[in-house]
């Protein structure tokens, strides 16, 4: 009978261990996503906040600066539940305004077009892979949250549960590849 106990009692133990070493885990990957997440918001204020001060620069024409300007504005001021169609905005935004390679040329020959240009490129650039990695997080969350022992033993706690951060984020393609950049 003591032999019996001992194995049920080191069963429970190594199941208690391994649920343990599951909710640490989850809890890894909701840090991850939080860390992701603020990255992606970082690159996408970047990336807004370039485009409006380029479009107040005088560097472009009144009618693109008008129409960066004021995506670049709703991307900032949007509130949670807007602001992946406010990025997808301002995605677009920046495809009919830097669709085409001279206009880009225009801005890079304009005093400090150069830095401008290289700037709004490498925020373009960063955008879709800070959001890779945090869509990347969510799904491995989303996964373990999905096994029955999780549910079943509520190892994921009151954590919300994570969602993707779902935008238009493809680059116009005068400034997706820029050499030297």
């Given at each position: 009978?003591?032999?019996?106990l001992i194995w049920i009692a080191v069963?429970?133990?190594?199941?208690?261990?391994?649920?343990?070493?599951?909710?640490?885990?989850?809890?890894?990957?909701?840090?991850?996503?939080?860390?992701?997440?603020?990255?992606?918001?970082?690159?996408?204020?970047?990336?807004?906040?370039?485009?409006?001060?380029?479009?107040?620069?005088?560097?472009?024409?009144?009618?693109?600066?008008?129409?960066?300007?004021?995506?670049?504005?709703?991307?900032?001021?949007?509130?949670?539940?807007?602001?992946?169609?406010?990025?997808?905005?301002?995605?677009?935004?920046?495809?009919?305004?830097?669709?085409?390679?001279?206009?880009?040329?225009a801005v890079r020959e304009a005093p400090?077009?150069?830095?401008?240009?290289?700037?709004?490129?490498?925020?373009v650039r960063r955008v879709p892979m800070?959001?890779?990695?945090?869509?990347?997080?969510?799904?491995?969350?989303?996964?373990?949250?999905?096994?029955?022992?999780?549910?079943?033993?509520?190892?994921?706690?009151?954590?919300?549960?994570?969602?993707?951060?779902?935008?238009?984020?493809?680059?116009?393609?005068?400034?997706?590849?820029?050499?030297?950049?």
């Open positions: 009978m003591t032999v019996t069963a429970l133990f190594a199941i208690g261990l391994y649920l343990s070493w599951t909710a640490g885990r989850l809890d890894r990957l909701h840090a991850r996503i939080d860390a992701a997440r603020a990255a992606l918001d970082a690159q996408l204020l970047r990336r807004a906040s370039v485009a409006q001060e380029l479009a107040t620069s005088n560097v472009l024409d009144p009618a693109a600066s008008i129409v960066l300007y004021e995506a670049a504005h709703a991307a900032r001021q949007a509130e949670e539940e807007q602001r992946e169609v406010a990025e997808s905005d301002l995605s677009q935004a920046l495809r009919a305004v830097f669709g085409d390679v001279d206009q880009v040329e400090g077009g150069v830095e401008a240009a290289e700037e709004l490129a490498q925020a800070a959001r890779r990695f945090h869509n990347d997080a969510v799904r491995a969350a989303r996964a373990l949250r999905r096994h029955r022992k999780v549910r079943l033993f509520r190892l994921a706690g009151h954590a919300p549960f994570p969602l993707a951060f779902e935008m238009d984020d493809e680059p116009p393609v005068a400034l997706a590849d820029r050499p030297g950049s």
